[in-house]
């Protein structure tokens, strides 16, 4: 006698085929199981991107459930824009498209967020000795002063980076992986609002996915050790999960993803599509999915 499939089980199975076939055309991100497809760029955007603007980038649930995602100018805030640390904005829109909720924000470093020495040196970032904070991502209302530094992401240069012999190995292996590979899958550690780079301590990880070299999906680990547990009631808040969803989209939205390997704390290994549904939607059986 054949098994009968739970009619939940099927509706879910229907709407994952179905989600992940318009996976094709648009990156997405799923979140607690909740899809978000990035919108295309409107025809006014498009002008801005071309003259050089920060152009909003829309995530949509539906018409009542979307974020948006858009950074400062050197006209809204001039002083960040003069350091080089301008801040990238989240919100969420529900029902009322006039009141959205104030997530956070992403920022890079600022001046004296690695010490003085960091900040004098001209080559920073490519070869500078030891780990030093690259992004850092702040939850609350900027505007009410009630934001507060919740995660950040780290960069460790070895020593002569160039002629390491370990990063040439490293990079070595990853072509290797690459060469053949249709799904590839990258994860990135995120760290906690430590800015001493030695004392940060690991409570997620975040990853995204390709599709011959096509981004196709994003996802994210919850946090280790309720890690802010004073913003999490029963299960992880939605809202934290989806801040640090907004780094890899932030690499989206400024078509700069961090190359693999041991600088950019990017682990890149070959994937699967059953790998890709269970990293998106962890949890669930994905046995007697064909995988590719």
């Known amino acids: ?24 055309l648009v990156p997405s991100v799923v ?23 920060p152009t909003p980038v829309r995530w949509v649930h539906s ?20 350091f080089c640390c301008l801040k990238l904005h989240v919100k969420h829109y529900e029902e009322d498209p006039k009141k959205p909720h104030y ?3 992403i920022q890079t470093y600022k001046c004296c967020d690695n010490g003085v020495l960091f900040e004098l040196c001209p080559f920073k970032g490519y070869c500078w000795c030891g780990p030093f904070v690259m992004w850092k991502v702040y939850m609350g209302d900027y505007h009410k ?7 950040t992401t780290h960069k460790r240069i070895p020593i002569c980076p160039i002629c390491n012999p370990f990063l040439c190995m490293e990079q070595c292996q990853f072509c290797m992986s690459r060469c053949g590979a249709k799904w590839l899958m990258y994860e990135q550690f995120v760290y ?15 990853k995204w996915v390709t599709y011959t070299e096509d981004i196709t999906t994003f996802a994210v680990d919850e946090t280790k050790d309720d890690y802010a547990r004073e913003y999490v009631q029963g299960k992880e808040n939605f809202y934290h999960a989806f801040m640090r969803l ?8 400024k078509m700069a993803f961090p190359m693999p390997g041991m600088i950019n704390d990017v682990r890149m290994h070959r ?15 994905w046995t007697g999915f064909a995988d590719l």
Do not use: R
Request: with cysteine; aromatic share 10%; hydrophobic share 35%.
């Open 246 to 253: 907004a780094l890899p989209m932030m690499y989206h939205y």
């Open 63 to 82: 018409k009542h459930d979307y974020f948006l995602m858009q950074s400062d100018t050197c006209l809204s805030n001039p002083k960040d824009y003069l």
């Open 103 to 105: 997530m956070g924000y």
């Open 1 to 24: 006698m054949a098994s009968v499939v739970p009619k939940q089980e099927e509706m879910v199975t229907v709407e994952v085929q179905k989600g992940f076939a318009q996976c094709a």
């Open 192 to 206: 906690n609002n430590e800015l001493d780079a030695n004392k940060a301590q690991k409570v997620a990880n975040i």
């Open 145 to 151: 002063g009630e934001d507060k530094l919740m995660y």
């Open 271 to 285: 994937s699967s599509f059953n790998q890709m549904l269970e990293s998106v939607l962890p949890g669930l059986d």
């Open 31 to 53: 979140v607690h199981g909740k899809q978000y497809f990035s919108m295309p760029m409107t025809i006014g955007d498009k002008i801005k991107f071309c003259c050089g603007c």
